[in-house]
């Protein structure tokens, strides 16, 4: 195992444990280091002011600390303290399963962190979006048990074949972004891709709208009325530049309903509006109102077109409890609900979420087709038949029965035998010598084995994935690419170097350092780099040297005029340490 687990992780199942990567702490260089230290000073200077309360209180309870990036073992020994744990990935994972983990109260945590160039925001995920915006909010136990809710609800939400792609795109813009030297015109190029296939996505499946309502609320979520709210979605508490630029009173903001899921986001620009919630428990509220829309609640028949249109592994589950798993391709209809489902490809059958004994895929390797509904001229459904009923209407072992059912799916053959459910009632029946027709079409021929009809007079409901997730192998993740690790220049080696000698001095780990030898061999060698310059004058200010002090702000006064851009980060930087020294007098 590449990762060191603990009672929470060992609950997940294999699936997921197969998009956990070691976090390989040893990786981040002084530099990275100094990013973090930097975006979680200013935000906690400046979040302690906007964010919600839980934000500062959560920093403490999990472990977060501003002047290192968070080691994932440290994280988990406190998180597991609130019945949560975190696990390292690569990037982006797929949402069904970045959804999964959640409902597992698990948080995952992308662990590369973003370049200096890009300190202020990232379309990629990073630690220091995923550490320091997701985990100390979840401090708050309704938030918790909201984030737990999402997954465990948005895990189910069916997907449309094209949400894969457009997944797949947007990972591979993120990668290639937060990869130092990637040309303009292949950024264009990806960026160019994603708004074609977002112009094209044709109806939002339940995945694209519940996602929506996770951007709105877990992302990008304000608390408290429009006029008066405080920040605590994780992009937001993570990003230096939004975190501000949402405060403004020119960015509009909403009363967080229902309608929210119809917003569309787009991760490369600034939001066109946010929404505030007046509480969390608001936000449990309005997701069940949308798992009240979604087809795990409303089965019927646009659930099966559902699955049948995300050319996915999903289940239908009928009013007896059956449930089938597979990947769903034909259905017929009759006055508006289905009467006959079949899925092609390995198939299981299930009951309360347990695989059916000698059901699995070996049994049905090749799909899996059954009637749905009740039988002609009863008014008594099969499932709901007594002993007495069944023998009255000859469904018996050993009868030879011709069922014809309402919508004219017609099933003859001989009765073998018939699963119970502990209540007693009939769930599947299993005949021999079987033919099973459709308006003159063949459905089943006797040659073909047993027949195995599954009892259920509805669809109650239909969602992604398998029913029991033991019946599938679902370990078959691949990345079709993974984060680029770009190799060190000897210029930039080299100023890692600068950077550590400075971070060990102030640490008090080697205090023999020259700081001003440092300090001139940056303005000879980096003469564009600010972030260690920023650092040698919190050092400068500590030991009171006040003409050191004035030479380095001298030369970021320069570094600011060749590069304007960095310009505001230098000014925060700096007042971040006048600020905290003439607190500290």
Not at 36 to 51: E, G, I, T
Not at 136 to 159: D, T, V
Not at 436 to 455: N, Q, R, S
Request: charged share 25%.
């Amino acid at each position: 195992m590449s990762y060191e687990s603990n009672p929470i992780l060992d609950k997940l199942p294999k699936h997921l444990k197969q998009f956990i990567k070691p976090q390989n702490y040893e990786d981040y260089s002084a530099i990275d280091q100094a990013v973090w230290r930097y975006v979680m000073r200013k935000n906690v200077d400046y979040l302690s002011k906007v964010a919600h309360k839980s934000y500062v209180d959560g920093l403490l309870k999990t472990g977060i600390s501003i002047d290192h990036i968070p080691n994932m073992y440290g994280m988990n020994r406190i998180l597991k303290e609130i019945g949560w744990a975190a696990v390292a990935v690569d990037g982006f994972i797929p949402p069904s399963a970045f959804m999964e983990f959640q409902a597992y109260n698990v948080l995952v945590i992308a662990s590369d962190i973003r370049q200096l160039e890009h300190i202020e925001y990232t379309p990629a995920p990073d630690i220091i979006h995923e550490g320091a915006g997701h985990a100390p909010i979840i401090a708050n136990p309704e938030y918790a048990e909201y984030l737990r809710r999402f997954g465990e609800i948005g895990s189910k939400a069916i997907s449309s074949a094209k949400d894969y792609e457009l997944y797949q795109a947007v990972r591979h813009l993120s990668i290639i972004k937060e990869a130092a030297g990637t040309p303009q015109d292949e950024i264009d190029t990806a960026e160019k891709h994603i708004e074609e296939l977002q112009e094209n996505m044709g109806k939002p499946s339940e995945m694209a709208l519940i996602r929506n309502l996770h951007w709105w609320t877990v992302e990008y979520g304000l608390i408290g009325s429009p006029e008066n709210a405080k920040i605590y979605g994780a992009g937001l508490l993570s990003s230096i530049g939004e975190s501000k630029w949402c405060m403004q009173s020119d960015v509009i903001k909403e009363p967080y309903t229902l309608e929210a899921a119809n917003i569309a986001f787009d991760i490369t620009k600034p939001q066109p509006q946010l929404f505030a919630t007046p509480n969390f428990a608001h936000l449990s509220q309005v997701l069940e109102d949308f798992a009240n829309t979604m087809a795990l609640r409303t089965g019927g028949l646009s659930g099966v077109q559902k699955l049948i249109d995300s050319k996915a592994l999903g289940s239908i589950e009928l009013s007896t409890g059956i449930q089938i798993s597979g990947q769903f391709n034909s259905v017929i209809d009759h006055n508006g609900k289905p009467i006959y489902l079949r899925t092609v490809g390995p198939t299981a059958l299930s009951y309360r979420e347990k695989e059916l004994v000698g059901h699995g895929t070996e049994q049905h390797p090749e799909g899996f087709g059954s009637p749905v509904g009740k039988l002609k001229g009863i008014n008594l459904a099969i499932e709901d038949m007594s002993p007495r009923d069944l023998k009255a209407y000859k469904i018996y072992e050993g009868e030879q029965v011709s069922l014809e059912f309402e919508g004219g799916v017609t099933v003859e053959g001989t009765i073998v035998t018939g699963t119970r459910n502990l209540q007693g009632k009939i769930i599947l029946i299993t005949f021999k010598d079987c033919r099973v027709m459709h308006d003159g079409t063949l459905l089943f021929l006797p040659d073909w084995g047993l027949y195995h009809m599954a009892i259920g007079q509805e669809v109650v409901s239909a969602f992604n994935g398998p029913a029991d997730l033991n019946s599938f192998n679902l370990i078959t993740h691949e990345l079709t690419e993974t984060t680029i690790k770009s190799k060190k220049s000897k210029e930039r080696a080299q100023l890692e170097v600068y950077y550590k000698q400075i971070r060990e001095f102030r640490e008090g780990k080697n205090t023999t350092i020259s700081r001003h030898k440092v300090f001139q061999e940056i303005k000879k060698e980096h003469p564009n780099d600010w972030l260690l310059p920023t650092e040698l004058y919190e050092l400068a200010k500590k030991s009171s040297d006040e003409d050191f002090q004035k030479e380095i702000i001298e030369h970021l006064e320069t570094v600011k005029q060749h590069n304007p851009k960095v310009g505001h980060l230098i000014d925060d930087g700096l007042s971040l340490v006048d600020h905290s020294f003439s607190h500290s007098i």
